[in-house]
């Protein structure tokens, strides 16, 4: 599979403060059929695209220092057999939904499998994620979101 880790992470809030935790709302199950809430931050985000499928992969850091990881995955040939490509050719991320493969957070696409697992360290992270995600996630979590420099 490759990865595509070109998702940014945001950097206007530095970390450890109280306002860059808000209510995140999970889907999990076939189809996201089911939610899961909690109290965190985004952390980052990493897409793997193979011969036969998608997946996506966002973790997030709740206000205890646990981890959330939810993965996305759906093949090639259920995304062929939802989308209408009757239609426009060039807005084909459109219409599969979300902006394509997970890249909008506020419009997911509903088709696909979710699973919503909770890690309780870093280091519990190395066994559910890949390295080069792992090591994101490391870079984001144990340095300053925002470094001020004294010119």
Do not use: C
């Not at 109290?39 to 997030?60: A, D, H, S």
């Not at 040939?77 to 890249?103: C, D, I, P, T, V």
């Not at 957070?105 to 919503?116: C, F, K, R, T």
């Amino acid at each position: 599979m490759s990865i595509d880790s070109q998702q940014l992470v945001p950097a206007d809030a530095a970390a450890g403060t109280e306002t860059e935790f808000t209510t995140v709302e999970l889907a999990d199950g076939p189809a996201g059929a089911r939610t899961k809430r909690f109290e965190g931050r985004f952390v980052v985000q990493g897409r793997e695209f193979g011969k036969r499928e998608v997946e996506v992969t966002k973790i997030y850091q709740g206000r205890s220092g646990k981890f959330v990881v939810q993965r996305q995955r759906f093949d090639w040939a259920e995304m062929a057999s939802r989308a209408n490509f009757q239609g426009n050719w060039k807005n084909w991320l459109g219409m599969l939904g979300g902006g394509g493969f997970g890249a909008d957070l506020a419009d997911e696409p509903s088709w696909g499998d979710y699973e919503v697992r909770v890690v309780d360290t870093l280091d519990g992270l190395g066994a559910v994620l890949s390295p080069k995600l792992h090591r994101r996630v490391t870079a984001v979590v144990e340095q300053p979101r925002v470094e001020d420099l004294d010119l």
